[in-house]
């Protein structure tokens, strides 16, 4: 039998913490700040690390965070490899901490089908594997799974703009994907189609980004030279915002407002600044992986979710996507990335 759930962050089962006191650095919002058992220090555990290549601020603060995390335990040991979007390079530092008998592996894959075969290899050996963002194949390849809610994105941002422009059934909705071969970005796109269907809206206008800055710019430049009058815009991605942004300054259009993704820092300064189009941007956590950390040490442990009746971790854990406008950004600009 498979247990999952569905949290703001996995920190916040593990302690009871998520509030904003150095236990809950990798969480968001507030909560009960009382702390359990299982953050005594207990026998030391090695954990091996390795994700994607830090090309993007989402994926800096993704290792950052981790790396916070390990800090914070007496008894962790966590072996960080080199961020690279080379998968035989990745394939090769799973084989490391396989061939070193670490006590268990945090694997963010830079593509998970093809890390699949060595993570199924990791867990035939004994070695627990915390799968985060990027899903393997195989759900045997992983002892528990953390994710982003990326079709939740999609319905958050397309909850969002129905209710600004719902009275407004000829409301002309335009989005700016992310990569649109991933099946990321494919959710996040099926998630705003389905929310906005039930206000009886549709996206008129839509482009396909890299989830970078000179791409974001590049299709939005054309999005806007297409589309002569728009109400609103979603963007999967606030560091590809950025160049979003600058797109739209740059052609002095300002009559329809902008939802971001993920949840930048920048964005959120945006937002409580009220300087530009952006007006809401819906979280994508970069805490996954300091979740992680703190999952692989309780099953390195033989520990459970201090909050949970089981009494072992559950395989699956998927983070929530909450909208943050001008409204409650203050709760979670401390936790937000830097593009």
Known sequence: MTTSVAVVGAAALVTGCTGNTPEASSGSGGGNNAA?????????VVIGFSAPAADHGWMAQITAAAQAEADRYEDVELRVAEGTNDVSAQISQVETFIND????IVLLPFDGAAMTP???EAMQAGIPVINVDREFSDPNAARVTV???NYGMGISAGQYVCSQLGDQPDAVVAEVAGIDSLPLTQDRSQGFADALAECGLDVDNRVAAEFTVESGEEVTANLLQAAPQIDAIWNHDDDQGIGVLAAITNAGR???????GAGSANAMRSIQAGDSVLQATV???ASQAADGVRLARLLAQDKGLSDLTDVEVPRQITLSAPVVTADNVDQYIDAAFES
Do not use: Q
């Not at 300002?254 to 971001?260: A, I, K, L, N, S």
């Open 36 to 44: 359990s058992s299982n953050d005594e220090t207990g026998e030391t």
């Open 101 to 104: 008998g670490v006590d268990a």
């Open 118 to 120: 060595i993570a199924l």
């Open 147 to 149: 994710l982003g809610d």
């Open 254 to 260: 300002d009559e329809f407002f902008m939802v971001g």
């Open 283 to 285: 979280i994508y956590p």
